[in-house]
């Protein structure tokens, strides 16, 4: 079945550094989504990606999406401690109706 | 607009018990989905109802089922509970899951916490 691998699984990181994590599918994805739990509390949806090649800016997170619609990344610059939680991809496969979630990579951030 | 509404937050049962849990979405939205989260699994796909129908199914065994009422509201029941099943149950809702290009994505509910003892 559709795999969604999500890496690292946890990341540490001084307040001011940036942060990447990376998602693979073992299928072409028709669109890719990213989500953001905070501890304690529930997945919230931040943004999707369809084309192949997409980038999305959202302040300081940026969304890429593969060529071959595959992988997607997401890249945090400056991480402020606001931004600790875990993140999440979730691949959608071309003609499927189940979103399929990668592990999480799991934010913590040192003041 | 109200998000969406999980019941109850927390629930502590026996092994062996039953147990059912509700969830209604956003209104308007027709796709509910549940997850269930763990610690060391993620989120993993419980099911997913699209107007009263199940559309699709994850590797859960059948102890775990669910439906979807005609006003989208939708319920899980865990049957025979065994001690794995202690986790976080979450309940997602969409206008359409599988919608590309307009920028749908799930919202989720806050969860019900499962405690099995």
């Known amino acids: 079945g559709q795999q969604v691998m999500q890496i690292p699984q946890y990341q540490h990181v001084q307040e001011g550094e940036d942060f990447t994590t990376y998602c693979n599918s073992s299928t072409t994805l028709s669109n890719i989504q990213w989500y953001k739990q905070r501890p304690g509390g529930h997945p919230v949806f931040l943004i999707q990606?369809?084309?192949?090649?997409e980038v999305k800016k959202q302040k300081r997170l940026t969304f890429q999406f593969g060529e071959a619609k595959k992988n997607s990344s997401l890249h945090i610059t400056a991480t402020q401690t606001t931004d600790v939680g875990t993140y999440f991809c979730a691949g959608l496969r071309q003609g499927a109706q189940k979103l399929v979630f990668g592990q999480g990579t799991r934010l913590t951030i040192n003041p | 607009k109200a998000g969406v509404t999980q019941t109850p937050r927390y629930l502590i049962k026996t092994r062996g018990q039953q147990v059912t849990l509700s969830c209604s979405p956003i209104s308007g939205h027709r796709s509910v989905s549940w997850y269930q989260q763990t610690p060391g699994q993620g989120l993993q796909f419980l099911f997913e109802?699209?107007?009263?129908?199940?559309?699709n199914k994850g590797n859960f065994p059948g102890r775990f089922s669910g439906r979807q009422f005609s006003n989208s509201r939708s319920e899980m029941n865990v049957s025979t509970l065994e001690l794995g099943d202690s986790a976080l149950y979450l309940c997602?809702?969409?206008?359409?899951?599988?919608?590309?290009?307009?920028?749908?994505?799930?919202?989720f509910g806050s969860g019900t916490r499962l405690t099995v003892v």
């Open positions: 990606l369809v084309k192949s090649g």
């Open positions: 997602a809702s969409s206008l359409e899951t599988g919608l590309v290009g307009a920028g749908y994505g799930y919202t």
């Open positions: 109802y699209f107007s009263e129908t199940q559309r």
